[in-house]
């Protein structure tokens, strides 16, 4: 049995990272449905599955290869984000975060220091902030 799914699935796409959300969320979309009893969750739920059972067994590889390159680079974004948010939280007691008012790029002062004038890294922009 193992060596006919083996033939099938040869030249077929397969799983991948993309396809692990997407079954996750069909998880999950099955549970509420099964705690509320709407149908909604139900049908978002197989959409989510027949979706990712469509990726796996679909032939245009490089599509799904790029589906899941933007997937990837998407996580990268969000997982970078979340990072410097918790960098930027970490500090706040001893540093404050202020933005250049020219080129928006984020500046970090020390706290305590009163009204100090703040050279911005990237444009040189001076700008008188209380620290």
């Given amino acids: 049995m193992r060596q006919k799914i083996q033939r099938f699935m040869i030249g077929r796409y397969g ?12 998880v999950v979309l099955l549970f509420v449905s ?3 009893r709407l149908d909604i ?5 197989l959409g989510c599955m027949g979706y ?20 990837m680079n998407w996580r990268l974004h ?3 984000k979340c990072k410097k948010k918790k960098e930027h939280f970490s500090q706040r007691k001893i540093y404050h975060f202020y933005k250049c008012p020219s080129c928006r790029q984020k ?3 020390p706290r305590g220091k ?5 050279t911005c890294p990237k444009c040189r922009t001076e700008f008188i902030k209380k620290s």
């Fill in 15 to 26: 799983a991948d990272q993309f396809g692990q959300l997407l079954m996750g969320i069909s």
């Fill in 34 to 36: 099964l705690l509320t």
């Fill in 41 to 45: 969750f139900y049908i978002l739920a």
């Fill in 52 to 71: 990712e059972y469509y990726r796996m067994m679909s032939r245009q590889i490089e599509r799904r290869y790029q589906e899941n390159q933007k997937f």
């Fill in 78 to 80: 969000f997982i970078t």
């Fill in 107 to 109: 500046v970090r002062v």
């Fill in 114 to 118: 009163g009204k100090i004038c703040i």
